[in-house]
């Protein structure tokens, strides 16, 4: 089969094609023929950090976590899958698990769901990882219809989705994001959008919740950011965060009895530990996404296995606008 490897790690690492043996099915797995794989940060990371990263695959590595396409073959043991069937999931490019970045990869069918029927492959691809990410974090948080919930980095990858699912539970919900590309996105999928660089947090605390707070936030941005949504938050609130590599200060969250939970998606890949939750997942998401419920958005620029590399290199230049996808 036809693959894109890396083969060195480091900020200006290359990938390269190369022809691989086609994997084949064992029980538990299927092999998926592979339509479309979306870059995630920790994809740009794998391949900038390489062995500082735990989570990193020996070289040579085929990389890309999300994919979307149709099943190849079958492994012993594996029900609710059948050859042909369109699939959708985020099941390697990480530790020991080939990545989506080739024309076939093998997956744990407790890491899959059929992939919503309303979206192409390319759509869907862009979904898994952040989808995940975003439905885990607002679960985990308690979401509830009524609630007043705070997005911080709502037009990301996960944000965006994260505002769209908040609002399908029911809740009233706001997102911070700066400049006018980011507050049309957090507009038009119905959050109300708060600029973070021009309005102050008590403001905005004041004029949307009556100086009480939020009651959930999800701060996908992190890193000092998480004192903000101390900040922002009321008494007994929720907090998810996906980014929490720092040492802080946990009073302010005491003297508001915060609950403080930390998202790390890839945990069932890495330990092999509940696996089947992410295909439950999946499934869910894609049950909303038929519904009309949420839509995944795409930047509009077009790679393929030769342009693996400018399509690492446009995530993390920032210039993204929606999920950057590989055409497999």
């Known amino acids: 089969m036809k693959a894109t490897t890396i083969t060195a790690y480091g900020e200006n690492a290359t990938f390269e094609a190369a022809d691989l043996p086609k994997p084949e099915a064992?029980?538990?797995h299927v092999v998926v023929r592979v339509a479309a794989s979306s870059v995630n940060t920790v994809d740009t990371m794998i391949r900038s950090m390489g062995a500082d990263l735990p989570l990193s695959p020996a070289l040579p590595a085929v990389l890309g976590m999300d994919f979307a396409g149709v099943i190849d073959?079958?492994?012993?043991?594996?029900?609710?899958?059948?050859?042909?069937?369109?699939?959708?999931?985020?099941?390697?490019?990480?530790?020991?698990?080939?990545?989506?970045?080739?024309?076939?990869m093998l997956a744990d069918a407790k890491?899959?769901?059929?992939?919503?029927?309303?979206?192409?492959?390319?759509?869907?691809?862009?979904?898994p990882l952040v989808g995940i990410t975003a439905f885990e974090g607002l679960q985990r948080s308690g979401i509830a219809a009524g609630?007043?919930?705070?997005?911080?980095?709502?037009?990301?990858?996960?944000?965006?989705?994260?505002?769209?699912?908040?609002?399908?539970?029911?809740?009233?919900?706001?997102?911070?994001?700066?400049?006018?590309?980011?507050?049309?996105?957090?507009?038009?999928?119905?959050?109300?959008?708060?600029?973070?660089?021009?309005?102050?947090?008590?403001?905005?605390?004041?004029?949307?919740?009556?100086?009480?707070?939020?009651?959930?936030?999800f701060d996908t941005v992190g890193g000092a950011n998480m004192t903000n949504s101390f900040e922002a938050a009321a008494?007994?609130?929720?907090?998810?965060?996906?980014v929490a590599l720092l040492e802080?200060?946990?009073?302010?969250?005491?003297?508001?009895?915060?609950?403080?939970?930390?998202?790390?998606?890839?945990?069932?890949?890495l330990t092999n530990q509940n696996r089947e939750a992410h295909g439950a997942i999946l499934a869910?998401?894609?049950?909303?996404?038929?519904?009309?419920?949420?839509k995944p958005l795409l930047d509009e620029q077009i790679f393929d296995l030769s342009t693996v590399g400018a399509a690492y290199d446009h995530l993390t230049s920032g210039q993204a606008i929606g999920k950057v996808v590989v055409d497999v």
């Open 26 to 28: 064992k029980p538990g």
């Open 147 to 217: 609630q007043k919930v705070l997005v911080q980095g709502g037009a990301g990858g996960v944000g965006y989705l994260a505002v769209q699912l908040a609002k399908h539970f029911g809740a009233d919900v706001y997102a911070t994001g700066t400049g006018d590309a980011q507050m049309n996105v957090i507009a038009g999928y119905g959050a109300t959008p708060i600029d973070f660089a021009a309005e102050k947090i008590a403001n905005y605390v004041a004029k949307h919740t009556d100086g009480a707070g939020f009651d959930v936030i």
């Open 235 to 242: 008494l007994n609130a929720n907090i998810a965060s996906t």
């Open 284 to 294: 869910r998401l894609a049950e909303i996404v038929d519904a009309g419920a949420m």
């Open 248 to 269: 802080i200060d946990l009073s302010p969250a005491h003297f508001k009895g915060l609950s403080l939970h930390i998202i790390f998606m890839l945990l069932p890949m």
């Open 73 to 104: 073959a079958v492994g012993e043991g594996v029900t609710g899958f059948a050859v042909g069937d369109e699939v959708y999931g985020c099941a390697g490019g990480l530790a020991d698990l080939q990545g989506a970045l080739a024309e076939f």
């Open 111 to 127: 890491l899959i769901a059929h992939k919503p029927k309303s979206l192409s492959m390319r759509e869907a691809a862009a979904i």
